[in-house]
């Protein structure tokens, strides 16, 4: 049976649908003014120290609500915009959610490059009822960024990060990946950049009021740098001079490398028995049209490589110090090779002749091996083969005829080396054979510093001591390794010679030392030269032992001290240990040819310091460098 139409089922539908309807229409967010309720407008203007508004300026309205402790905290977002370029403020509309007495309570908040990081709050400034409307002007702080170079140049479109800045558990300033504001700062072409972020009397939350920069110019490395604080209504002015360095890449004839070469900068780091080394690779750099290669990094000692012409080893520059607001000029010198080769006659060898050239191996008795092919070089129509290879030992190999030769040489820092590969007729090459590695010479400074201990002063104080046999320089890492070194590369001597040579005296190292008897002379000396350091008159004769030994006189007998400056001349520099008493070792100082006693690391670290003469990097590198064997 088919259900008839019933008129009062259509009224209850549309009952139901009004009553949709209805509720819809009547229901408001907290933003949402109640019935009759007319918008309200505020107009915010800020500024900065000097009284000039701030164009694009973010601001934004929330309603203002107390959290559990009492304080003013924001609610639910009602508002936002930006400062007017034009007009100098932001005019904010909406409705408010009731009409209550006394106007609707709203914080403020402003922002120039993060919502959450760095911004302002302002509670209990604003408040609005319906309809109405209202201003607010405020003065925000900040900071200005300059960038220079160590040369004092502006530093135009340099990129930086800011963060806010926090503390560990230790109380040391940190930052964290939250704490970033921005990680796209650049100071444009005009040189300069102008960030808002707030002072702490304006902070909602976390941190405030001390920020830190992160900077990575040209992606080549960071500067880090704390303690950047803002005040309250203030711009502070954070003009940063950045260390940085401006490197020129030639040969040792003076000629330009080409622009194909490359820069590599590491960290400087030190092996086991404190030699530099390379560390981390940081950044590898091409010349511009120039020739020369601008790195900026934080401070700090640091390394560089330049490729030899193999193509397979580097070589090495140490010791680029580079200092906050100075630049760094330096010529990054590479070694060049002239190969020339005579046949068993004496007559050079002609045009397109083959001279191959190996590194070496060294095997536990220290023999040397012709071990990996290196590079194979062609003489050319001048009558020489020429390249660039890093330091070290090498070994020719060449043929005239069908007989082959070899000859060992040295690739000596920075330097030009003409060497003339000769055949010798009676020595054919044996690869199996050891390789003879002749002496080599420095070169006129390591000559004329030949026994002297060697100070960095470009440096972090390094000490070497440039060995009289060969000229070349041996790392002193601390006082007990200087000893220890010193000690192996001693000569013997027999007392009545030692005493042909004067005892020196260096006020530094007296007062240095202890001296029981006050006699002048420290407890150590007077236990090598047999005096009694507990007496202040050794031999008894009235005069004190100090006073005996500088006026020339021997504080053990009566008589004067006889000396040989001849003798005391051939030995300067000269580490010397008597043979026959307990292996005394003793130092003739180059400038006074005088001994001074090392009993200890201790004194060695005296010599180190009262004895050594300051050297520059540039003329360090000059030096070869070498070994205690």
């Known amino acids: 049976m088919k259900n008839k139409f019933n008129p009062g089922h259509l009224i209850f539908l549309a009952a139901i649908f009004a009553s949709f309807f209805l509720f819809d229409i009547g229901t408001v967010s907290a933003a949402t003014s109640t019935p009759g309720c007319a918008q309200a407008t505020a107009e ?141 700062l650049d100071t444009s072409e005009e040189g300069e950049v102008t960030v808002y972020v707030t002072d702490q009397s304006h902070v909602l939350r ?41 490197f020129t890449m030639l040969n040792a004839a003076g000629d330009s490398l080409p622009l194909t070469s490359s820069l590599e900068i590491y960290n400087q780091e030190k092996d086991a028995k404190g030699k530099p080394v390379l560390g981390e690779s940081l950044k590898k750099i091409s010349p511009d049209y120039t ?70 191996s060294k095997d536990d008795k220290g023999r040397y091996f012709r071990n990996n092919k290196v590079i194979e070089l062609k003489i050319a129509a001048k009558g020489y083969a020429e390249t660039s290879l890093a330091p070290a030992h090498y070994l020719a190999v060449f043929k005239d005829g069908k007989v082959q030769y070899g000859q060992a040489f040295t690739v000596l820092a920075g330097k030009l080396q003409d060497i003339t590969l000769a055949a010798d007729s009676k020595k054919p090459f044996v690869a199996t054979d050891p390789v003879i590695i ?93 005096t009694d350091p507990f007496n202040y008159d050794s031999d008894g004769d009235g005069v004190s032992d100090g006073s005996e030994l500088t006026a020339g006189s021997d504080p053990l007998s009566a008589g004067r001290l006889s000396s040989d400056t001849n003798f005391a001349a051939r030995l300067k520099g000269r580490i010397l240990l008597q043979t026959q008493s307990r292996g005394e070792a003793w130092y003739v100082y180059p400038k006074d040819g005088r001994r001074y006693y090392m009993k200890d690391g201790a004194a060695a670290y005296q010599l180190m310091r009262y004895l050594s003469l300051g050297i520059t990097n540039d003329n360090l590198d000059q030096i070869e460098e070498g070994s205690i064997e």
Not at 317 to 345: D, I, M, Q, S, W
Not at 462 to 485: C, H, I, M, S
């Open 44 to 184: 915010l203007i800020f500024r900065n120290e000097k009284g000039e508004f701030i164009p694009n300026l973010n601001v934004e309205l929330y309603e203002q609500l107390t959290n559990v402790d009492g304080y003013p905290a924001p609610g639910k977002k009602v508002a936002g915009g930006k400062i007017d370029p034009f007009l100098g403020k932001a005019t904010l509309k909406f409705t408010p959610k009731a009409n209550v007495e006394g106007g609707y309570g709203l914080m403020i908040k402003a922002y120039d490059k993060s919502s959450s990081v760095g911004e302002f709050w302002y509670a209990s400034e604003l408040y609005l009822g319906c309809g109405e409307t209202r201003q607010v002007s405020k003065t925000v702080s900040g900071i200005r960024f300059i960038f220079r170079d160590g040369s004092g140049a502006l530093e135009k479109n340099f990129k930086f990060s800011l963060y806010t800045q926090r503390y560990d558990a230790d109380g040391k300033p940190i930052k964290e990946k939250n704490d970033l504001i921005s990680s796209a």
């Open 206 to 246: 976390g941190s405030g009021g001390d920020y830190a920069l992160v900077a990575s110019p040209s992606g080549e490395g960071d500067y880090i740098e704390y303690y950047l604080h803002v005040e309250n209504e203030r711009t502070t002015q954070f003009e940063y001079t950045l260390s940085s360095a401006l």
């Open 291 to 360: 020739g020369k290669i601008k790195f900026e990094f934080q401070e700090g000692t640091y390394a560089a490589c330049i490729k030899d012409s193999s193509g397979k080893n580097f070589i090495p520059f140490y010791n680029l110090t580079l200092t906050r607001g100075k630049l760094l000029e330096k010529k990054l010198v590479t070694p060049l090779l002239r190969l020339r080769a005579k046949n068993a006659a004496g007559l050079a060898l002609p045009e397109k002749s083959a001279i191959s050239i190996y590194d070496l």
């Open 438 to 530: 002749a002496a080599v010479s420095s070169g006129g400074l390591a000559n004329k510093l030949k026994g002297q201990i060697l100070l960095q002063v470009e440096g972090a104080g390094e000490a070497w001591y440039v060995r009289p046999d060969n000229g070349q320089r041996v790392y002193l890492k601390d006082g007990d390794t200087a000893y220890e070194l010193m000690r192996k590369l001693g000569l013997g001597i027999t007392d009545a010679d030692l005493k042909k040579i004067p005892i020196g005296f260096n006020q530094k190292i007296i007062e240095a030392d202890l001296d029981t008897d006050a006699d002048g002379l420290p407890n150590k000396l007077e236990e090598a030269l047999g």
